[in-house]
């Protein structure tokens, strides 16, 4: 029986938990994964095995908003669409981020990393760059067909994450699970990291703001090859979710 939903349309459901872990695996198997850490590697000296775990986190950390009590208590009826979740599910890894200290993702660096990321010519590659270039930036983005930028205001942003009651347990086995699955030193210490928060309470406060503006998401300049990243990761989570939600769902 589901008891945290990824889906229901009243006839077929999808388990949250085996979605992200399925997502996750998907993610950390395709040929694409390893294609662009090989790129990655060869262009930037960025380390492969990171770059290829970091997208496996991504799949891992793309709904896990969808555990928020308000949209699984719609839950027993239908639930299909799930409303801005990636943005909370984006204010989650930065969460994360801060709390493993990736420095880039404090309250005071956050906007320079995103302008540098999205905006300039980036130069290093930093474990906070890396993190948020292949994990926060693509969850933000992984429904960029329905960002609207009015709702990353200040005012729209959830300040709490409430995970539901059904699904908190389940969301602690599974971090505790899928640790295993990667080798990388940051790697764990970010599913590390997310299996303690979920185990102080199933209420996290505080949530990071987003500093996404406009010009994030419209930018006519000549494309920086940071945002060929970006949609190079966006085309293997999204290809991932496709392929699981359709098995799970069919």
Request: net charge negative.
């Given at each position: 029986?589901?008891?945290?939903?990824?889906?229901?349309?009243?006839?077929?459901?999808?388990?949250?938990?085996?979605?992200?872990?399925?997502?996750?695996?998907?993610?950390?198997?395709?040929?694409?994964?390893?294609?662009?850490?090989?790129?990655?590697?060869?262009?930037?000296?960025?380390?492969?095995?990171?770059?290829?775990?970091?997208?496996?986190?991504?799949?891992?950390?793309?709904?896990?908003?969808?555990?928020?009590?308000?949209?699984?208590?719609?839950?027993?009826?239908?639930?299909?669409?799930?409303?801005?979740?990636?943005?909370?599910?984006?204010?989650?890894?930065?969460?994360?981020?801060?709390?493993?200290?990736?420095?880039?993702?404090?309250?005071?660096?956050?906007?320079?990393?995103?302008?540098?990321?999205?905006?300039?010519?980036?130069?290093?590659?930093?474990?906070?760059?890396?993190?948020?270039?292949?994990?926060?930036?693509?969850?933000?983005?992984?429904?960029?067909?329905?960002?609207?930028?009015?709702?990353?205001?200040?005012?729209?942003l959830r300040?709490?994450?409430?995970?539901?009651?059904?699904?908190?347990?389940?969301?602690l086995k599974?971090?505790?699970?899928?640790?295993?699955?990667?080798?990388?030193?940051?790697?764990?210490?970010?599913?590390k990291s997310?299996?303690?928060?979920?185990?102080?309470?199933?209420?996290?406060?505080?949530?990071?703001?987003?500093?996404?503006?406009?010009?994030?998401?419209?930018?006519?300049?000549?494309?920086?090859?940071?945002?060929?990243?970006?949609?190079?990761?966006?085309?293997?989570?999204?290809?991932?979710?496709?392929?699981?939600?359709?098995?799970?769902?069919?």
């Amino acid at each position: 029986m589901v008891i945290c939903y990824a889906f229901n349309d009243g006839s077929r459901n999808e388990c949250l938990i085996d979605h992200l872990r399925d997502v996750m695996m998907c993610c950390k198997d395709r040929w694409e994964n390893k294609g662009l850490s090989k790129k990655l590697h060869s262009l930037y000296g960025v380390d492969e095995p990171l770059v290829s775990e970091l997208i496996a986190i991504a799949g891992l950390l793309h709904d896990i908003g969808k555990a928020d009590e308000g949209y699984q208590l719609e839950c027993k009826e239908v639930c299909k669409e799930f409303p801005d979740h990636y943005i909370l599910s984006t204010q989650f890894s930065i969460y994360l981020g801060r709390d493993i200290g990736l420095n880039e993702l404090s309250a005071e660096n956050i906007s320079k990393t995103f302008n540098e990321i999205l905006l300039e010519d980036l130069n290093r590659f930093t474990e906070g760059i890396t993190y948020t270039l292949i994990v926060v930036i693509p969850i933000l983005l992984h429904h960029y067909a329905q960002i609207n930028p009015a709702k990353l205001s200040l005012k729209e942003l959830r300040k709490e994450f409430n995970v539901h009651t059904g699904c908190w347990e389940d969301i602690l086995k599974l971090f505790n699970e899928v640790i295993d699955a990667v080798e990388v030193e940051l790697s764990k210490r970010i599913i590390k990291s997310a299996y303690e928060i979920f185990s102080r309470s199933s209420t996290i406060k505080d949530l990071p703001v987003i500093p996404l503006k406009q010009e994030y998401l419209f930018s006519y300049q000549k494309p920086l090859p940071q945002r060929f990243i970006i949609n190079a990761v966006l085309g293997i989570l999204n290809l991932c979710d496709g392929i699981v939600a359709s098995r799970r769902r069919r």
